[in-house]
């Protein structure tokens, strides 16, 4: 069978195991909307104030909402045994690995996606930066979720990964979160945001050509 | 497939070394086709770490590994190699044929249709149950009828007899029996003592 093949069958597999066990979706969506709902109560009513850190927010609960979703990824695999049959696959190793972080991404980063202008609206962010957020959303989630992989692959091993899992990725998820909330800052008092948009365009491009070989390396490693 | 050469696989002088303890040292042997070895020894003796180090999970300690006379070169080892181990390596929330699905997908169409292999291991008619439903034994044939979908030369099998019944057992040997009539090979470790008349079997104690 073709290696396309063999992608989309993973795909497939993880999409049809997410439907099956909703909560791993269900938890870091309701997250995300619980935590930027909290905010309004929290500050009270300053609604400028509000409006200002909108963009913060978001991206800080996007990016927590992520790492909440991250241990699920290759933990279910390693614990009955399916990962090692991915990784004896002929198959090249980082390109199945990418098609688990597909699989990831389309069940936990996109769901963000589709709530995130609701959620913003509702923090008072002005309509006409939407489009920059949802962008900033699209670009950079999925980053989130490759560069979590390498992370969660390295981790995946430990009986108790998590504090180091965070220590490990949360460094490396800073630049997008300046990049992209600064971004949705500058959209909103109205100034071309080209310039943050096309580094996030060249992080993402980095992360998916870069990031599924050390996943795989550090896969084989935690297996041994 | 157009090889057609002898396949061999060899093992020189495996060492291997976990935490400071020696499991095993200067292990030799050699697997040709038509043949099966089957490891013994007690408890920790190292018999499922050297499955994993045929299984390139483990780099041996010392010594090395070859496969048709070149050292192990992992995508054409790993197309003619399938491992079943301690763990079923199926999802529990997917069924039987979803499972097998993605089985062949990650390898190369065998012997066997799903459904045929699904009635040589006596699980015809449960295509469409979830994998958490079936018994212990069952999901253990599941995870053997892989092995018959998919093309490979050399079976690695850790305890398959687990939790299988006398019948299942019988069952195993055949497949066993068949595979190596049909050129193929196997390493194996087992509590039970296996029957297989027609083939040759080298015994290797590890303690």
């Given at each position: 069978m ?7 069958a ?86 199945l ?8 991404w389309?069940?936990t ?5 589709i ?14 930066s ?9 670009l950079?989630?999925p ?6 992989a ?10 108790r ?28 008092t ?35 | ?75 054409q ?14 999802k529990k ?17 065998g012997?066997y ?15 469409d ?25 050399i ?44 083939v ?8």
């Amino acid at each position: 069978m073709s290696l396309s093949n063999a992608f989309f069958a993973i795909i497939k597999r993880d999409l049809v195991l997410a439907l099956r066990r909703r909560s791993e979706i269900a938890n870091p969506l309701l997250f995300f909307v619980l935590v930027i709902t909290l905010f309004p109560l929290g500050i009270g009513a300053q609604p400028h104030l509000l409006q200002a850190i909108a963009p913060g927010i978001i991206w800080v609960s996007a990016l927590l909402a992520a790492m909440l979703s991250l241990d699920s990824l290759f933990r279910s695999d390693f614990d009955d045994g399916s990962l090692e049959q991915i990784l004896l696959s002929a198959h090249p190793t980082s390109l199945l690995v990418l098609a688990k972080i597909v699989a990831h991404w389309l069940v936990t980063g996109l769901p963000l996606l589709i709530v995130a202008p609701l959620l913003a609206v509702f923090l008072g962010m002005p309509t006409h930066s939407l489009g920059i957020l949802l962008l900033t959303l699209l670009l950079g989630t999925p980053v989130l979720s490759l560069i979590g992989a390498i992370g969660v692959a390295l981790t995946v091993g430990l009986r108790r990964g998590g504090m180091i899992l965070s220590l490990l990725v949360l460094p490396l998820y800073v630049p997008v979160l300046i990049f992209a909330s600064n971004a949705v800052e500058i959209a909103n008092t109205g100034l071309p945001v080209t310039a943050q948009i096309n580094i996030l365009i060249s992080i993402l491009v980095m992360a998916v050509v870069l990031a599924p070989w050390p996943t795989a390396a550090a896969l084989k490693m935690s297996l041994n | 497939m157009s090889r057609t050469e002898n396949f061999q696989l060899q093992a020189q002088q495996l060492t291997c070394i976990r935490d400071d303890r020696v499991l095993f040292s200067e292990l030799s042997f050699e697997l040709n086709a038509g043949q099966v070895v089957l490891l013994e020894g007690k408890n920790g003796s190292g018999k499922t770490s050297l499955l994993r180090i045929l299984c390139g999970f483990r780099e041996p300690d010392e010594g090395a590994l070859f496969w048709c006379g070149e050292t192990l070169n992992n995508s054409q080892y790993n197309a003619d190699m399938a491992y079943v181990g301690h763990l079923d390596g199926v999802k529990k929330e997917l069924t039987v044929l979803e499972n097998l699905k993605v089985s062949l997908a990650l390898g190369q169409a065998g012997r066997y249709t799903i459904e045929e292999a699904l009635v040589r291991v006596n699980l015809a008619n449960y295509d469409d149950v979830l994998v958490q439903a079936l018994s212990a034994g069952q999901k253990r044939r599941l995870s053997l009828a892989r092995l018959l979908i998919t093309e490979n030369k050399i079976w690695i099998l850790d305890e398959p007899f687990t939790s299988i019944d006398k019948q299942g057992i019988v069952l195993i040997e055949t497949l066993m029996t068949e595979h190596c009539a049909q050129g193929g090979m196997i390493v194996l470790t087992s509590h039970h003592d296996i029957e297989l008349p027609s083939v040759t079997v080298q015994r290797i104690n590890l303690s």
